[in-house]
């Protein structure tokens, strides 16, 4: 290998060292080589890790999902033996390359949209989603206009003295001798 390096003599009279092209050609395959085989490397230990679902990747999921024996329980945290199938069928899922979309999907297939933390917004579902902000609306509507009422003044209302009836007056005149009796 070193007897391919010849010392050749620049214009200025330096020695400087030249590589054949046999040698070059040989250095640039040995990097392509290194750098396929740290390609490969990196792709298998990717690919490696993703066919083993972590509980934390199964648990994203499954909070996302209710359990179809339990009323309003979340999958992840269900103590049944059923929910501890579904949670292994989702690893299992996750395993075979499925996305989340698609395991929702299997599962809405298979129990129905009451499975789904968050309904569909198709269909019925939509009313869940439009009914609140109606309700909310309205709500604000009703308490701006009864706020505006609370504070109009009411109009004075004008009572002549003719109008005060008499059963008033006794009263106030009787009031008046009660109080000129304690002074």
Not at 65 to 72: A, F, I, K, Q, T
Not at 85 to 112: C, D, P, S, V
Not at 139 to 147: A, P, Q
């Amino acid at each position: 290998m070193f007897e391919s390096w010849k010392v050749k003599m620049n214009h200025q009279s330096r020695p400087t060292l030249h590589a054949s092209r046999n040698t070059q050609h040989a250095t640039r395959i040995a990097y392509l080589v290194l750098f396929l085989a740290l390609l490969f490397a990196s792709f298998s230990s990717a690919s490696a890790q993703s066919s083993a679902p972590t509980d934390d990747e199964v648990n994203a999921i499954a909070r996302q999902l209710y359990c179809p024996v339990c009323e309003s329980t979340p999958l992840d945290v269900c103590p049944t033996d059923a929910c501890k199938e579904w949670r292994e069928q989702i690893r299992t899922l996750l395993a075979e390359g499925k996305t989340e979309e698609e395991i929702f999907e299997y599962f809405e297939q298979q129990y129905g949209a009451r499975v789904l933390a968050e309904p569909p917004r198709e269909g019925f579902f939509w009313l869940m989603y439009l009914i609140p902000p109606v309700i909310i609306l309205a709500g604000v509507v009703i308490l701006f206009r009864s706020m505006s009422d609370w504070r109009k003044k009411p109009a004075p209302v004008e009572v002549e003295a003719d109008e005060i009836p008499a059963a008033k007056d006794d009263y106030l005149a009787r009031m008046e001798e009660e109080l000129k009796k304690q002074k």
